[in-house]
């Protein structure tokens, strides 16, 4: 089966993604008999790709005037004509939708606009944007099921490490009560930092250097990355309806240097943590600065690593840890959404051609 | 579709699986049109049943007499009758073998026969015995495929949490190069017991009281329970084709105590750490005690916890955690084995699906 592939967006993300495609070219045609084929591109400022053919992304990544297109259309626009000129690979089940704009901590828009246009054209979609599970978790997998079709994120949370995989393929008979976790890598890398007596500036120049840290830092130092997927992880695993909004938040300050390092003096941590949990009929989620004693797994979460801890009904509680992270992980992320939709489609035929194929 | 199950082994796990089926018994109908119905069971010293039209586990559980079969048979024989009296469910698929009988260190046996009579009778087998990945993993797996069968055996490390079904289902297209783990939880007890100034005997009579371990320690001890589950990982995770005899392999004695008080003196732990590696075009594995440092995620691993870090090639390192223990646990992997195939099940015909059929 050749998987046609709609990239929106193609930053640093996208571009490794497409080179992991090529390395694992081999494993895609043995194990899954799936070859994947780029059949659109959509960028912010470099212009749009498209061909049923399928486009070359190298060169277009090295060309630095729009394509194809004088006049860009709209992002959604895009993908609307682009699901329609696929029509028949996405009656097929084999057309899919990559997105990878960045979060807009606001509304969450235009991802949530793409992820819809792309369900309704018939497409799975793969995103590593955190915005439409976070802001539309509930709509958005209606929409898919009606349609069909995937809709998966795993790169929203932990990068590649298999999260959201992990509960949606192995915890199927669990019920996830609440969870805990360190998910931020730029507040929990300065934080470390802090406590050895490094400056909050020092330690966020050191993350922007590494490119882990955006050039404007405050999503991530006000705590609303963490807080964004914080409201992803309670609407995917408690069933939550929330938005980032509705996380109690705290970022970190260089104020928090000097309780860093008195907790460290008694054997404690500060972390910034989050977590959610059911309480009664509603779900409370936050990200604050918690101290927290040495025997917890999330104290031990040093520099760039990220964890989460499940507390299960039959399993107890279930940690995972990232102990690296970097755009190889965002990048898998991708893939391994695009396998599961792969040996999906594999396994049974796709249902009802999807609704609104008209488009 | 209604799964027929025949157990053999009908120990504390196998109760408690029965009675999680049937907790869980309307998730199974809801989420998985399923049904289950257990049609056999074969124990050690209280007889066999068996009916194709379902068989009392309650009452079965209660009786002490030997029950259908005034001889008993094999429990070999007991499976081959058992699939061949129930071919039309084995011919579609839904019947499976759910195996709980315990490890015999030196051979996997007769566990291996019950996994090779039940794939050849044309039913899946789920196994919370080590024995047969630890022994016997390529020859098993490739019976399995040639039949269109399942082989899983999910509780064989760290009871229910994910860590085979993590590999195969979330890191498809990840390489494993090697792991390291704590996943004996009675000499991890030991340990941090005698860290603490616990005498040996002391801390084993507590883990013998909470049934955590055997009334005859010594294949916790003497390091052969990890030895195994080493053996099923780097079969399962590195292709190796070795046994819990090519693990080199050290336990913990009374002796260890000083060693690990030394070591938690100056800030590092001792631990019986699980490892495995590829060498070239080998496989080393081994079972040793090493002193760790305090910044290593498997120092913090204490008491019944238990972990396994995979080294991968595409994410770096990633950690599993187990943070509670118990039956439940045990069961509960029997169950997740169990929905594996009823997902596969439903989604298409038993046999290997045609290749190159059109989505």
Chains 1, 2 share one sequence.
Not at 82 to 89: C, L, Q, V
Not at 169 to 174: D, G, M, S, Y
Not at 226 to 241: D, E, I, P, Q
Not at 249 to 262: D, I, S
């Amino acid at each position: 089966v050749t998987i046609d592939l709609v990239l929106v967006g193609f930053g640093n993300v996208a571009k490794r993604f497409v080179t992991l495609l090529a390395e694992r070219d081999a494993t895609l045609r043995r194990d899954y008999g799936a070859a994947v084929r780029i059949v659109g591109i959509a960028t912010k400022r470099h212009g749009q790709i498209f061909s049923t053919r399928g486009v070359d992304p190298g060169a277009f990544a090295t060309a630095s005037a729009p394509r194809e297109t004088n006049r860009p259309l709209t992002s959604v626009e895009f993908i609307r004509r682009a699901t329609r000129a696929s029509r028949a690979a996405a009656r097929q089940g084999r057309l899919v939708v990559v997105e990878t704009t960045t979060l807009d901590i606001r509304r969450g828009e235009p991802a949530i606009a793409h992820v819809r246009t792309a369900l309704a054209g018939g497409a799975h979609v793969v995103t590593a944007n955190k915005g439409p599970a976070a802001f539309a978790h509930r709509a958005l997998a209606r929409a898919a099921t009606q349609a069909g079709r995937r809709f998966l994120f795993e790169g929203a949370v932990m990068d590649g490490i298999p999260i959201f995989n992990l509960v949606r393929e192995t915890l199927t008979a669990v019920n996830v009560a609440g969870f805990r976790g360190i998910v931020n890598s730029t507040t929990n890398f300065i934080l470390t930092g802090m406590e050895q007596g490094q400056s909050f500036e020092s330690a966020l120049l050191e993350m922007q250097a590494r490119g882990i840290a955006e050039a404007d830092p405050s999503l991530d130092v006000d705590g609303w990355d963490a807080a964004a997927k914080t409201a992803a992880m309670a609407n995917v695993f408690l069933g939550a309806a929330i938005t980032p909004q509705d996380v109690q938040r705290e970022g970190v300050t260089p104020a928090a240097a000097a309780r860093a390092q008195t907790a460290r003096a008694s054997g404690r941590r500060l972390k910034l943590v989050a977590s959610a949990a059911r309480e009664g009929r509603r779900v409370r989620a936050r990200v604050a600065l918690e101290e927290l004693e040495a025997s917890d797994l999330l104290a031990g979460v040093e520099g760039q690593q990220n964890a989460v801890i499940l507390r299960t009904d039959l399993l107890d509680e279930i940690a995972i840890v990232q102990q690296g992270g970097g755009l190889t992980h965002t990048a898998y992320a991708l893939l391994s959404d695009l396998l599961t939709i792969v040996r999906g489609a594999s396994r049974r035929p796709p249902r009802a051609a999807p609704r609104g194929r008209s488009l």
